[in-house]
Every structure is written in structure tokens, then in C-alpha cells.
């Protein structure tokens, strides 16, 4: 069975902060953005990484969910994060779910959704050797503003053996 994985903003942008993005196609392949969160972060709206994201939708590997995405549940989140979260769950056997914010991570795993985020992306591509550092890789994203927390970088830096 074809695994479909689903971004969310935050991700995106977290990625694009860290020239990451260009891992996505060699961790997964093709990762879907529904058309709402595309409107979050293009065009115009001073996204940071708003070029790289274009670049990666360019590119084909990065691509819009194609079709209506059916309300599956009602939530209280924004309209990307909710599309996200209402894809999965129409393939929930074999949606992965990219996605950082709390709330929407919370509704997610309560909905039985697999689900990861930007660190655990840094740690894959370190273990696979896309990137040098993966401390180095979040000094950059704290230098930026972009906000993980220290129990979760320590996780993935003890996990990648830095």
C-alpha cells in the first residue's frame, strides 16, 4: 500500500528556513499540501521560504491535493490545519501526517492519525545522510524564531548521536 503524506504550513516553512525541503522527495517521495495551505504560504503572503516552497510545487514533488477534500470532522483549527487533518482521515490507513502545532497534532492522534513534525524530519535526514548537523540545522531554525522545544530537539539530536 502507497503511503500519502500530507504538509501542513508550519513544516513548510520550518523546512524552507533550513534549505530542507529538498529532502522531502528522498524521505518520501511526492507530499501532498491541501490548496488551503498552499494559500497560507503563497503567493505574497512573506511566508519565510515562500521562494523554496514555489520551487518544490514547481518541481512536481511537492504537489496540491488534487481533489475536494471532504469534511470528515468539524474542528476548531485553521483552515490548513483542519484540510490537513480532514485528508488524512479520508486515507487514514495510509496517510502520514507532517504537521507541528499543538492543538492540531492533539486532534490528530486522538483520531488514531500517524503523525510527525519538522524535528523528526531534521532526524531523518541526518540518518540519511542529507544534512552535516542536525544541532547545527536547529541553531538555525531557533535563530529564526521558528519554535521547538528543548525536550524534542534533545530527543532527535540523543537519536541521530549528536
Known amino acids: 500500500m502507497e503511503r500519502i503524506v500530507i ?18 522527495p528522498d524521505i518520501f517521495g511526492t507530499v501532498f499540501l491541501p490548496d488551503s495551505v498552499k494559500r497560507e504560504v503563497l503567493p505574497g503572503k512573506a511566508a519565510r521560504g515562500e ?12 504537489s496540491v491535493w488534487p481533489e475536494p477534500i471532504e469534511a470528515q470532522l468539524e474542528i476548531d483549527l485553521d483552515a490548513g490545519e483542519t484540510d490537513c487533518i480532514n485528508l488524512a482521515l479520508s486515507q487514514a490507513d495510509k496517510a502520514l501526517l507532517i504537521m507541528d502545532e499543538r492543538a492540531g497534532r492533539a486532534v490528530a492522534k486522538e483520531k488514531g492519525l500517524r503523525i510527525t513534525g519538522t524535528a523528526a524530519i531534521i532526524g531523518l535526514a541526518k540518518k540519511q545522510g542529507l544534512l552535516a548537523s542536525a544541532r547545527d540545522t536547529f541553531e538555525v531554525l531557533h535563530n529564526s524564531d521558528f519554535r521547538i522545544s528543548a ?12
Open 51 to 62: 521562494k523554496s516552497i514555489a520551487h518544490a510545487i514547481d518541481a512536481g514533488w511537492l
Open 7 to 24: 504538509i501542513d504550513s508550519s513544516p513548510l516553512i520550518g523546512l524552507a528556513i533550513v534549505e530542507g525541503l529538498k529532502w522531502l
Open 151 to 162: 525536550t524534542v530537539i534533545k530527543l532527535v539530536l540523543d537519536s541521530v548521536n549528536e
